[in-house]
Nanobody, 125 residues
């Protein structure tokens, strides 16, 4: 089992940057593929980015490709989401998620086993 705690959200102007962190508990973090999702008010949770267990494989939603970067450090039990050139459309609660036992990456919320509580990102125009 793993527990996830996100941090780094906040209010930023359009065009700005934020770096989200997700700290995981437990000694098996390196066995989990990790993902970031977001949910805007009145909308369904949507996939943002994912990274494989050791980090060589990453996958991004088209809407964030080229602007967001996912990375991880298994020694620190942490995954990050670097977000640049933010727009108001990026506003929402950002969730970190862990998917046990896959070798690649996953983009469906149902693929993930554990979720954090989320961190709010608000981008003003």
């Amino acid at each position: 089992q793993v527990q996830l705690v996100e941090s780094g959200g906040g209010l930023v102007q359009a065009g700005g940057s934020l770096r989200l962190s997700c700290a995981a508990s437990g000694r098996t973090f390196s066995r989990y593929a990790m993902g970031w999702f977001r949910q805007a008010p009145g909308k369904e949770r949507e996939f943002v980015a994912a990274i494989s267990v050791s980090g060589p494989s990453t996958y991004y939603a088209d809407s964030v490709k080229g602007r967001f970067t996912i990375s991880r450090d298994n020694a620190k039990n942490t995954v990050w989401l670097q977000m640049s050139n933010l727009s108001p459309d990026d506003t929402g609660v950002y969730y970190c998620a862990a998917d046990y036992g896959i070798t690649g990456v996953a983009s469906r919320p149902g693929d993930y086993d554990y979720w954090g509580q989320g961190t709010q990102v608000t981008v003003s125009s």
